[in-house]
């Protein structure tokens, strides 16, 4: 079965350091997410992406973020300036369809640790 | 604002007795439902969402809306149920589709 593959599984970085997140969705899947979950804390969406442009992002997702497809199998996530509480696990997500009802597929996850 | 509320971080019951994990939401509009199930040390899982009515692994979830809640439900449990298990909520324009998660309850099945 298809999954969602990400890389690294752990990467520890210091503070103001770029970092980026990798991921492959699933071959024929077209819509792309992005989710983190702060240790203790709740899932919390980031951002959606479809059609190589940002269709949805949260207030989380402010300028120190972005992403990218930069070819037909990669998705990127980019920090460009860690800070401590950007520390999390980030989990990249992937579906067929866009509607509310579709089944979103998760990747197994990358453990941030700003030191 | 939309909300997912799971009450219990900690659930214990023994093999055999029947589970119940909590959900209730928070949606003005039509809500699409879902459990996801997170197995020790690997990816959160779909287990089961409302609109399809299924039973996966003995797991069933009804949407009450007048109660606005979308409990999961097992009559008898087993060692293999132990997980993280977290109820959420689908909402967006279509394209911008969002999980909203619940805090998630970790279910333990004693021997």
């Known amino acids: 079965e298809p999954e969602v593959t990400q890389t690294p599984s752990h990467q520890v970085t210091q503070m103001g350091q770029e970092v980026i997140l990798r991921c492959v969705p699933i071959?024929?899947?077209?819509?792309f997410y992005w989710y983190r979950q702060i240790l203790g804390q709740k899932v919390e969406f980031l951002v959606s992406?479809?059609?190589?442009?940002?269709?949805?992002k949260s207030e989380i997702f402010d300028d120190q973020f972005s992403v990218e497809r930069p070819d037909g199998s990669n998705f990127t996530l980019k920090i460009r300036s860690t800070k401590l509480e950007d520390s999390a696990m980030y989990f990249c997500?992937?579906?067929?369809?866009?509607?509310?009802?579709?089944?979103?597929?998760f990747g197994e996850g990358s453990w941030l640790t700003v030191v | 604002a939309q909300r997912v509320t799971q009450p219990e971080k900690l659930l214990s019951v023994f093999k055999g007795a029947p589970v119940e994990l909590k959900c209730n939401y928070s949606?003005?509009?039509?809500?699409?439902l879902f459990w996801y199930v997170q197995y020790s040390r690997q990816r959160l899982q779909l287990l089961l969402r409302?609109?399809s009515r299924e039973s996966i692994k003995g797991f069933t979830a009804d949407l009450n809306k007048g109660e606005t809640s979308f409990h999961l439900k097992k009559p008898f449990a087993q060692e293999e149920d132990s997980a993280m298990y977290y109820c959420?909520?689908?909402?967006?324009?279509?394209?911008?589709?969002?999980?909203?998660f619940g805090q998630g309850t970790r279910l333990t099945i004693n021997p």
């Open positions: 997500a992937s579906s067929r369809q866009g509607h509310s009802g579709n089944t979103i597929y």
């Open positions: 071959s024929n899947h077209l819509y």
């Open positions: 992406f479809y059609n190589n442009e940002i269709s949805e």
């Open positions: 949606y003005s509009g039509s809500p699409e």
């Open positions: 409302h609109i």
């Open positions: 959420a909520l689908s909402w967006g324009v279509q394209g911008a589709q969002k999980l909203v």
